[in-house]
């Protein structure tokens, strides 16, 4: 077979295997040494070791990987890349110690990016979103979700999902748009947030038929929509035929890890506080448990308990979400430093969880998240020795080249 591009000379290949894996085995991860990948029409044909000669014919080009190490390129599952504006004002009142929710009740937080959104033009957003998004890719980031949220109204609810779309066309990348009107109680809504609810499930028709969401997400939260108000929102949104993802017990721990084993949502997102019998649920079921160790970091809060998640045998993703309020950076890398160093993560476990089981968490486990024949060849080489350096030496970025569909997106 004649491959059209074969990259050679890889120090170290490291995958997991599809479709995802939970528990314990997310630790076994496959390593080949002296390997190349061969690739025809941007799918992956062969990944091997040693001899790459078979695969060589007219119009094969070759790529010397200088031994560097590879890897499936990474996948961030939870994203709130589009937003207006940044929120450095608040630095200081984060710095005193105001709670992040009561900067929210105050009318700052999510309130301040949603007044900067919706004073952002089309094209505003755009460019400032694109900028981000490179930076993410620098870091490896081949496929990645996105969500709306800060417009919590339907016109600017809209703007955000267009620049989406229109990132997902201009870079060619995988991106998944998730549909989150439901972030927060606009102040047009103040104490009235079951009115709200029934205006955004009625924008949920207009997103429908205009198809610009995926997925369907809620933050399900103390002082924002409670177990009750998400349970009878998502199931709407299900009946629609929309995926679910849900801001699960990120500061309180109200019983969204538990809501979305019972819908069958495709990911529970951050779960710093579920509850021990919540994580029993998750483990049960087949939805992700998407960790979010950048959001603690960054809030000064507890860091999910990933050990024991991974002991009751959940599908464990790790995102960075990446946002103007709780998550502001874009080192992918630097998320999955912090899987290791503070969810007490093992190197093999991190890259399945950023691989893998972070494609599980956007529906793209049969096209993307491991270097395995057919699928796409979404590949990261890093300028490390090991898996394990890259996470132990943290805060830089590794990457040497991105490679999506089979074409370099990006080269130190
Ligand atoms: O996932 N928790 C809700 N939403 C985001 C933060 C959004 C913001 O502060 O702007 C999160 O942490
Ligand atoms: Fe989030």
Redesign the pocket.
């Known amino acids: 077979m004649n491959a059209d591009l074969i990259i050679h000379n890889i120090k170290t290949l490291y995958t997991s295997a599809g479709p995802y894996q939970q528990g314990e085995d997310m630790d076994k991860i496959v390593e080949l040494h002296d390997a190349f990948i061969a690739i025809v029409d941007g799918n992956i044909a062969a990944v091997e070791s040693g001899e790459f000669a078979g695969f060589v014919g007219k119009g094969t080009t070759l790529m010397d990987a200088q031994g560097l190490i590879a890897m499936p390129g990474f996948i961030d599952s ?3 890349l589009v937003y207006g504006g940044s929120r450095e004002g608040e630095f200081r009142q984060k710095l005193e110690g105001i709670p992040y929710l009561d900067i929210l009740k105050q009318g700052g937080g999510i309130l301040k990016s949603v007044e900067q959104t919706r004073a952002s033009s089309f094209d505003e957003l755009y460019q400032q979103s694109l900028k981000s998004l490179n930076i993410l890719m620098s870091y490896g980031v081949t496929s990645l979700e996105i ?1 709306s949220g800060y417009g919590l109204n339907l016109e600017t609810e809209i703007k955000q999902l267009k620049v989406i779309k229109q990132l997902k066309e201009d870079t060619k990348l995988d991106i998944k748009a998730t549909y ?1 009107g439901a972030h927060a109680i606009p102040n047009e809504y103040k104490n009235k947030a079951n009115d709200y609810l029934e205006t955004v499930k009625s924008d949920l028709l207009t997103i429908k038929q205009e198809n610009l969401a995926d997925f369907v ?1 809620i ?1 399900c939260e103390d002082s924002v929509f409670d177990l009750e108000q998400s349970k009878d929102f998502l199931s709407y949104a299900k009946d629609l035929g929309f995926n679910l993802k849900i ?1 699960a017990d ?1 500061i309180v721990s109200l019983g969204g890890g538990g809501l979305a084993a019972e819908l069958k949502a495709t990911s529970a ?2 779960l710093m506080a579920v509850s021990d019998s919540d994580i029993k649920e998750l483990a049960k079921s087949k939805t992700v448990t998407n960790l ?1 160790p950048a ?1 603690s970091f960054y809030l000064n809060k507890t860091y999910a308990n990933a050990r024991k998640m991974i002991k009751e045998g959940c599908i464990v993703a790790l995102s960075s ?1 990446y ?1 103007p309020g ?2 502001p950076s874009e080192n992918f890398q630097f998320v999955m430093q912090l899987g290791a160093n503070k969810l007490k993560m093992t190197p093999g476990e991190v890259l399945t969880a950023v691989t893998i089981n972070a494609a599980k968490a956007i529906n793209l486990e049969q096209s993307v998240g491991s270097l395995e024949v057919g699928k796409q060849a979404d590949i990261v080489l890093l300028d490390a020795p090991n898996l394990p350096y890259v996470l132990y030496h943290y805060g830089i970025n590794h990457t040497s080249k991105v490679i999506k569909n089979g074409k370099v997106i990006f080269e130190k």
């Open positions: 939870h994203t709130h969500k989150l997400d933050f801001h990120e997102d951050h979010l959001t979400d946002n709780s998550s």
